[in-house]
């Protein structure tokens, strides 16, 4: 039964621990070389979340676009762009 009581203390304790921790930065724990790949893996994702968002604002530039393109065809029908240019 002692027994029984010092495990159940010991897991109360990390139970404790590890609530402390919870939300903390982890960074701290990791190896030299772990944080180092950590740190790369943030410039990674910040990159990439950059090339995201241009190509995101490139995609709603080409929607405009067609859009545009759209209402063109609507407007002159089966005349060609290039007639059209021409006579601006």
Do not use: P, W
């Not at 990674?44 to 968002?53: D, F, M, P």
């Not at 190509?55 to 067609?66: D, G, N, Y």
């Amino acid at each position: 039964m002692a027994s029984l009581q010092a495990s159940l203390e010991s897991m109360n304790a990390s139970e404790q621990s590890l609530k402390a921790e919870l939300g903390t930065a982890l960074l701290s724990t990791l190896s030299s070389d772990d944080q180092h790949e950590v740190d790369r893996l943030n410039d990674e994702i910040q990159e990439l979340t950059a090339k995201n968002r241009r190509a995101l604002e490139e995609r709603v530039k080409v929607c405009r676009f067609k859009k545009h393109l759209g209402m063109f065809h609507q407007i002159y029908g089966a005349v060609g762009y290039k007639e059209v240019l021409i006579r601006c």
